[in-house]
């Protein structure tokens, strides 16, 4: 079994910046995917960004150029640095780890509250 936890959240102006980290641990075979997730009130939740195992990034649109993440494999985290923010990514954000290749398995943190005010 996985588990993830999330820090770093917070209140921030627009124009400004957060980093977040989600630490995992328990049973990690490697291999694994890190993701962010977010969830604006009242919206579904959307990809943000993931990091391959072997340090290969993407991005969403809405994110690119301001948000970078990144992987530290000896410590078993992941780390989004958020830059230039803006109040539409004001939201809860989640870390998810997902390992493609048998055996398989995903799992989410608790989420951390990113809040950007006008």
């Known amino acids: 079994q996985v588990q993830l936890v999330e820090s770093g959240g917070g209140l921030v102006q627009a124009g400004g910046s957060l980093g977040l980290s989600c630490r995992a641990s328990g049973r990690l075979l490697g291999a694994e995917t890190m993701s962010w997730y977010r969830q604006a009130p009242g919206k579904q939740r959307e990809w943000v960004a993931k990091?391959?195992?072997?340090?290969?990034?993407d991005y969403a649109d809405s994110v690119r150029g301001r948000f970078t993440i990144s992987r530290d494999n000896a410590k078993n985290t992941m780390y989004l640095q958020m830059n230039s923010l803006k109040p539409d990514d004001t939201a809860v954000y989640y870390c998810?780890?997902?390992?493609?290749?048998?055996?398989?398995?995903?799992?989410w943190g608790q989420g951390t509250q990113v809040t950007v005010s006008s």
């Open positions: 998810k780890i997902q390992r493609a290749v048998t055996p398989v398995y995903t799992a």
């Open positions: 990091v391959t195992s072997g340090g290969i990034t």
